[in-house]
């Protein structure tokens, strides 16, 4: 079963807003990955952050993680229509992954 | 750009027939793996190996099975392929990058219907 759990589920937004998704996770990790999925493709890698690691940006992204909460935070900055698809936290533990169950972000042009 | 590939990228089969979805990568990865995603709901590890001749079923119960005969390839087979099993398989691949990372890279996923 899934152990990773997002909020929201499913998000809309006006371009340029922001958009701030949430992961949290049951075990502890060494590393957490967020991934996009634009519907009916593969996952694309996004960002990684290890679990030493508090927050970490990437162009409009920025990921933060509370190892002590067991939760991370994506937020995507000055959204685009080209944003809009679902988004997946992937923890890693010794050699395991686990997938969140993904928000789906849409981005209203 | 990772290097790993699917195929068939959409396949319609009759019930009762065996299927083989392949899964290749170039990047030398020890570590590869087949997730199941029914549409709009989240992925679920079916198979996964950490090199050649290791296999181990994942979390979520599935009728394929997988081979690991060579590092490169990592092919998932239904003997009998049932309307259950529709759904989207996307195979992926990750090797140590160091301090304990491991990047996760995908394939672009492979459509199955079965009528």
């Known amino acids: 079963s899934q152990q990773g759990e997002e909020d929201p589920q499913a998000l809309s937004i006006q371009e340029g807003e922001n958009a701030t998704m949430n992961c949290s996770y049951k075990?502890?990790?060494?590393?957490l990955q967020w991934y996009r999925q634009n519907s009916g493709r593969g996952l694309v890698h996004l960002i990684l952050?290890?679990?030493?690691?508090r927050e970490k940006h990437s162009g409009r992204l920025r990921v933060t993680l509370d190892t002590s909460k067991k939760s991370s935070s994506l937020l995507i900055t000055a959204s685009r229509a080209a944003d809009t698809a679902s988004y997946f936290c992937?923890?890693?533990?010794?050699?395991?992954?686990?997938f969140g169950t993904g928000t789906k972000l849409q981005v209203i042009p | 750009e990772a290097d790993i590939y699917q195929t068939p990228r959409y396949l319609v089969i009759g019930t009762g027939k065996k299927i083989t979805l392949e899964c290749s990568q170039t990047m030398g990865h020890d570590k590869m793996y087949w997730y199941q995603q029914d549409p709009g709901m989240e992925l679920h590890l079916i198979h996964y190996?950490?090199?050649?001749?290791?296999?181990e079923k994942g979390d979520l119960s599935s009728e394929s099975t997988v081979s690991r005969i060579r590092t490169e390839h990592f092919p998932l087979t239904l003997e009998s392929a049932r309307p259950s099993h529709t759904s989207q398989y996307l195979c992926?691949?990750?090797?140590?990058?160091?301090?304990?990372?491991?990047?996760?890279?995908f394939g672009e996923g492979s459509w199955l219907t079965v009528v």
């Open positions: 992926a691949s990750s090797d140590e990058e160091g301090q304990g990372e491991n990047t996760i890279y």
């Open positions: 992937v923890s890693e533990r010794y050699q395991k992954v686990t």
């Open positions: 075990t502890s990790i060494n590393n």
């Open positions: 952050i290890r679990s030493n690691e």
């Open positions: 190996s950490y090199g050649v001749n290791s296999t």
